[in-house]
């Protein structure tokens, strides 16, 4: 077996234990959807607050609220921005 693929493997393990460590990265922002449907509206978030020179982590897999403020806080976000169904197809959100 190639070692590559073992470490793949090995990181992909720890990532879904949420066992890997973070390696000091600032990441100013977290953009999570929480809705399938609105995954396209998240990544246009993440996308202008990128073109505005900001770090964002766009998280777009289906995790549930407690996990992604442990992650805001484990990276020490300064925002975490949840895009909502209702609210994006009202205007609510800029």
Known sequence: ???LFVVCHITLLLNEKDLLPELGQEVENIVC????DIQGAAA????VL????QTVDLE???KPL????KRAARIN???LVLVEKTEWEDGSVY
Not at 33 to 36: E, G, R
Not at 44 to 47: G, H, P, S
Request: glycine share 4%; net charge positive.
């Open 44 to 47: 246009t978030v993440a996308t």
């Open 1 to 3: 077996m190639h070692p």
């Open 66 to 69: 407690k996990w992604v403020f």
């Open 60 to 62: 777009l897999e289906s």
């Open 77 to 79: 976000a300064r925002r």
């Open 50 to 53: 990128r073109i505005k020179g």
């Open 33 to 36: 959807a929480l809705d399938k």
